[in-house]
Nanobody, 124 residues
């Protein structure tokens, strides 16, 4: 079965940077999308960014656009989320997900494979 594993979370001061990594194994086809979500206590799981297999399409939430950058290394079945200018409101558990579809119409319900999450904490 597909296995998704995230890493790179940690504690950082406001204004700092972190880079998250996610590897999805056993993905057979080259037409899948991978995405980052986050969930803070008391809030719904929110989509942060999505990238297609080709990397030609990227999607960002308004709250992170301009600060976060998603990228992909298909040879490694790995995506990255470079997070700059971090704010305390970015504190959340960050999840990586994959599905055999494009980023169109993406949401938590549309993704089949999920990682266990990696915690990001931003201090003020």
């Amino acid at each position: 079965q597909v296995q998704v594993v995230e890493s790179g979370g940690g504690l950082v001061q406001a204004g700092g940077s972190l880079r998250l990594s996610c590897t999805a194994s056993r993905l057979t086809f080259d037409d899948y999308a991978m995405a980052w979500f986050r969930q803070a206590p008391g809030k719904k799981r929110e989509a942060i960014s999505c990238i297609t297999w080709s990397g030609g399409t990227t999607v960002y939430a308004g709250s992170v656009e301009g600060r976060f950058t998603i990228s992909r290394d298909n040879a490694k079945n790995t995506i990255y989320l470079q997070m700059n200018s971090l704010k305390p409101d970015d504190t959340a558990m960050y999840y990586c997900a994959a599905r055999y579809a494009s980023c169109s119409g993406s949401g938590p319900q549309a993704y089949n494979y999920w990682g266990q999450g990696t915690q990001v904490t931003v201090s003020s």
